[in-house]
């Protein structure tokens, strides 16, 4: 089954501790992305990869690190989260150009 | 920069009413327009889309159209189902696909 997964789907955790979201995708797409989704914001754009070794920030960058070392992977990093990083995120996945993306689960961040 | 701008809701409507949701958008180039849905506790998952002006994109009785005149794509459909409660957000993905900027999103309820 076509998918992207996410883990983990939830996490509390506390300022400044360091946490890593996965994502990983089954369909060979070149393109994935991170969004964060807050209420009356819609979707913000935070990172993308157009292909392994190959990132560019999007709307929101800041406070957040990406890596791409692998095609079907493109983890999400918080080195040192706040509170104001407290948000529902999605991954997503495609082929370059101007073709629908797949999105994952979300993963529920909570920052205390 | 590119911007999407799309009705605020919540909209409720009558199982069988008529739905539009408004969208514009203001972009350089020819972006990619798209309609996304997203039910509770779920991820986006694509409802339609159109790569280029004039086209009609249509799924599941929903349609939009790619007005690049009115730099517009407004999502209609003749007659909703209680099962069309969801939220909706409009997208555009730049012309090289790097990039994409979604609505704040339109809540949808449709009351039997």
């Known amino acids: 089954e076509a998918q992207v997964t996410q883990n983990p789907r939830y996490l509390i955790t506390v300022t400044g501790k360091k946490l890593t979201v996965t994502c990983s995708q089954n369909?060979?797409?070149?393109?994935m992305s991170w969004y964060r989704q807050d209420p009356g914001l819609g979707l913000r754009q935070i990172y993308y990869s157009m292909n392994v070794e190959v990132t560019d920030k999007g709307d929101v960058p800041e406070g957040y690190k990406v890596s791409r070392k692998e095609k079907r992977n493109f983890p999400l990093i918080l080195e040192s989260p706040s509170p104001n990083q407290t948000s529902l995120y999605f991954c997503?996945?495609?082929?370059?150009?101007?073709?629908?993306?797949?999105f994952g689960p979300g993963t529920r961040l909570t920052v205390t | 920069g590119d911007s999407v701008t799309q009705m605020e809701g919540p909209v409720t409507l009558s199982e069988e009413a008529f739905l539009t949701i408004n969208c514009t958008y203001t972009?350089?180039?020819?972006?990619?327009l798209f309609w996304y849905v997203q039910y509770p506790g779920e991820g986006l998952q694509l409802l339609l889309k159109a790569t280029k002006a004039d086209d009609k994109g249509s799924n599941k009785g929903f349609e939009a159209t790619y007005r690049k005149e009115t730099t517009s794509f407004h999502l209609e459909k003749g007659s909703v189902q209680v099962s069309d409660s969801a939220v909706y957000f409009c997208?555009?993905?730049?012309?090289?696909?790097?990039?994409?900027?979604f609505g704040a999103g339109t809540r949808l309820f449709v009351k039997a």
């Open positions: 997208a555009l993905r730049d012309t090289g696909g790097f990039k994409t900027i």
């Open positions: 972009a350089t180039g020819y972006p990619s």
């Open positions: 997503a996945s495609s082929d370059r150009g101007p073709y629908e993306q797949y």
């Open positions: 369909m060979n797409h070149e393109y």
